[in-house]
């Protein structure tokens, strides 16, 4: 038993090792292609070329280029007797590694070329034929078994680690500030003027309440036709609630502290979970990639459609204001609506650019008709 978990467990690690340089190669691949457009007219990087850019900069940007070239290099390396196991999503990202190195991997030239020389036959062609290959393989079931044990281990650990980003967080905050926070700050309170200082929003409402009470007993007495009520007796109901809602601006001060105080264990969980599962984010990325890249066309148009109606379009901002409301009352802050204003004509449009540069510079070269697609969704704008 316990050399079959053995087993399982070496499994299970090799999984996440192939997960990890499959994706870490192809996010060197989609460096140097980021840097072929941005710097060579997307074409091959050439080290003699002089760029229009300071020294710096360039030695800055080969420095990028040389380390991504290794690491696709090494990656291709590693992936090499696993091919067979990968589909979908995991071999087109190994198909743009190869395609990457094909360009630079030339031995019998020591610099790249600047055109690339057309393939003898169609890519397509090639691709079938390669299939059937593998089809006639005596080890094409065996490899396919390897395949979905590797995907299945690294959906594992995706769903693991992505349970552990959001339980921790959670967990971490109702534990400190029930077991912790909370009895320190009631212990304390009342003796740091910092603490029990009621902050402006409390102390507005708690005015505000008081001449709505105020309100409420004249009013009481011109309905009931009775006499209105002494000045004496007036201001001693009016101190009692005053000194109720003193209390109760006490408590939400409190509370707010208590939020705040919760909310940085949260984080600083958070932080943790992150720092000690830095490969399994790794294999999360990939499993989140290859489930997003993985949906046909329509469906990516359909949640960028989705997604940027909710959050930058033109009726966000009533979206945007409850959101900003209810973090100002949970931290017990002013809500200030030149700040809230202020938010919504920035952030928004910070947003759609972040958006539309991932678009133009990803989404574009690696499903360009999911763009076509979202562009005539979108009524060819």
Request: charged share 30%.
């Given at each position: 038993m316990g050399i079959s978990n053995w087993i399982t467990t070496f499994g299970r690690a090799r999984s996440l090792d192939l997960s990890n340089a499959l994706e870490r190669g192809y996010e060197s691949a989609l460096?140097?292609?980021?840097?072929?457009?941005?710097?060579?007219?997307?074409?091959?990087?050439?080290?003699?070329?002089?760029?229009?850019?300071?020294?710096?900069?360039?030695?800055?940007?080969?420095?990028?280029?040389?380390?991504?070239?290794?690491?696709?290099?090494?990656?291709?390396?590693?992936?090499?007797?696993?091919?067979?196991?990968?589909?979908?999503q995991e071999m087109r990202q190994l198909q743009l590694i190869e395609s990457v190195m094909r360009r630079y991997d030339n031995q019998s030239q020591p610099l790249p070329r600047i055109s690339r020389s057309p393939d003898v036959l169609p890519r397509s062609l090639l691709t079938v034929v390669d299939q059937v290959r593998q089809q006639l393989d005596p080890d094409a079931e065996q490899n396919v078994v390897q395949g979905f044990r590797r995907r299945r281990d690294s959906t594992l650990v995706s769903l693991r680690i992505l349970l552990l980003l959001i339980l921790v967080p959670v967990l971490v905050q109702q534990v400190s500030r029930n077991y912790i926070i909370s009895p320190l700050v009631d212990r304390f309170a009342p003796q740091v003027s910092f603490l029990n200082y009621p902050k402006p929003k409390l102390e507005r409402r708690a005015i505000e309440e008081l001449r709505r009470y105020r309100g409420e007993l004249e009013f009481e007495s011109l309905v009931n036709k009775q006499q209105l009520i002494a000045e004496a007796e007036l201001e001693q109901q009016l101190t009692r609630r005053a000194q109720e809602l003193k209390r109760e601006s006490e408590r939400g001060s409190n509370e707010a502290i208590k939020n705040v105080a919760a909310d940085l264990f949260a984080l600083l969980g958070f932080f943790f979970v992150c720092?000690?599962?830095?490969?399994?984010?790794?294999?999360?990325?990939?499993?989140?990639?290859?489930l997003i890249y993985g949906l046909s066309d329509s469906a990516k148009a359909f949640a960028i459609i989705l997604f940027t109606d909710i959050f930058v379009g033109f009726h966000s901002p009533e979206g945007w204001t409850v959101l900003l409301d209810g973090v100002t009352h949970h931290l017990g802050l002013p809500a200030d609506e030149n700040f809230i204003m202020l938010f919504i004509a920035t952030f928004p449009v910070i947003l759609a650019t972040i958006l539309k540069y991932w678009i133009f510079r990803y989404l574009n070269r690696v499903s360009p008709s999911s763009v076509a697609t979202l562009r005539n969704m979108n009524g060819g704008g």
């Open positions: 460096l140097i292609q980021s840097i072929e457009m941005e710097y060579y007219n997307d074409r091959p990087v050439r080290t003699e070329l002089e760029l229009r850019i300071p020294r710096a900069m360039q030695a800055q940007v080969l420095r990028r280029f040389r380390t991504a070239l290794q690491i696709c290099r090494d990656s291709q390396l590693n992936l090499e007797g696993h091919r067979h196991e990968l589909a979908g720092i000690f599962g830095q490969r399994d984010l790794q294999v999360l990325r990939g499993f989140l990639d290859e």
